[in-house]
């Protein structure tokens, strides 16, 4: 069973910034997919970013240019580099993988939330 633990959350003003990680709990875990969702009170949940093994990434229109997805594979870590939040940006924040493949896994959540 592998874990994903999210970290970096909180709250912030409207254009600032926000980094989150998420750790796998199995150091050799891999899979060709990785990304991040969000769920807002009374929404379903969205995928917001995701990351191929080859590094292709996929962002939903309303974050283009103001969030960055990457993994660190020597840590096996993906983050999300969040820039010029938004107070629609507010929401628990979940990071997943394998969802392409054979097993899924989902974190915990983080929330995130943006005042204006």
């Known amino acids: 069973q592998v874990h994903l633990v999210e970290s970096g959350g909180g709250s912030v003003q409207a254009g600032g910034s926000l980094r989150l990680s998420c750790a796998a709990s199995?150091?050799?875990?891999?899979?060709?997919?990785w990304g991040w969702f969000r769920q807002a009170p009374g929404k379903e949940r969205q995928g917001v970013a995701t990351?191929?093994?080859?590094?292709?990434?996929w962002y939903t229109d309303s974050v283009k240019g103001r969030f960055t997805i990457s993994k660190d594979n020597a840590k096996n870590t993906l983050l999300l580099q969040m820039n010029s939040l938004e107070p629609e940006d507010s929401a628990v924040y979940y990071c997943?993988?394998?969802?392409?493949?054979?097993?899924?896994?989902w974190g915990q959540g983080t929330q995130v939330t943006v005042s204006s």
């Open positions: 997943a993988a394998g969802w392409c493949e054979d097993k899924g896994y």
């Open positions: 199995e150091y050799r875990y891999s899979s060709r997919c």
């Open positions: 990351i191929a093994s080859d590094g292709g990434a």
